[in-house]
Nanobody, 124 residues
Framework: QLQLVESGGGSVQAGGSLRLSCAASGGTFPYIMGWFRQSPGEERRFVASITWSAHNTEYSDSVKGRFTISRDNAKNTAYLQMNSLKPEDTAVYYC??????????????????WGQGTQVTVSS
């Protein structure tokens, strides 16, 4: 069973930066790694994802140009560099993995494994 452990969340002022990490361990290869976020009272929403080769990445329109997803397959770890943070980026951020290489890179229902979440708070 794949386990995901996120780290790097915290509080920052608007315009600041944070870097999230997601370490995967277990028997399933993390073909596609992604980040989603959820604010109180809202559904979980796609942020970014990356294929195993890192040749393909996807971003939500709200973070495009500010966030960068990357991965280190030797460490089974994905990263989310978040720059120019805005108060509306405040949410719990979840790492997710698809255990197969095909299908959607953005559909929350297609991701098989989830981390426990890490809080990101951006103050104005």
């Amino acid at each position: 069973q794949l386990q995901l452990v996120e780290s790097g969340g915290g509080s920052v002022q608007a315009g600041g930066s944070l870097r999230l990490s997601c370490a995967a361990s277990g028997g399933t290869f993390p073909y596609i790694m992604g980040w989603f976020r959820q604010s109180p009272g809202e559904e979980r929403r796609f942020v970014a994802s990356i294929t195993w080769s890192a040749h393909n990445t996807e971003y939500s329109d709200s973070v495009k140009g500010r966030f960068t997803i990357s991965r280190d397959n030797a460490k089974n770890t994905a990263y989310l560099q978040m720059n120019s943070l805005k108060p509306e980026d405040t949410a719990v951020y979840y790492c997710a993995v698809k255990g197969r290489p095909a299908g959607s890179l953005v559909d929350v229902s297609e991701f098989d494994y989830w981390g426990q979440g890490t809080q990101v708070t951006v103050s104005s």
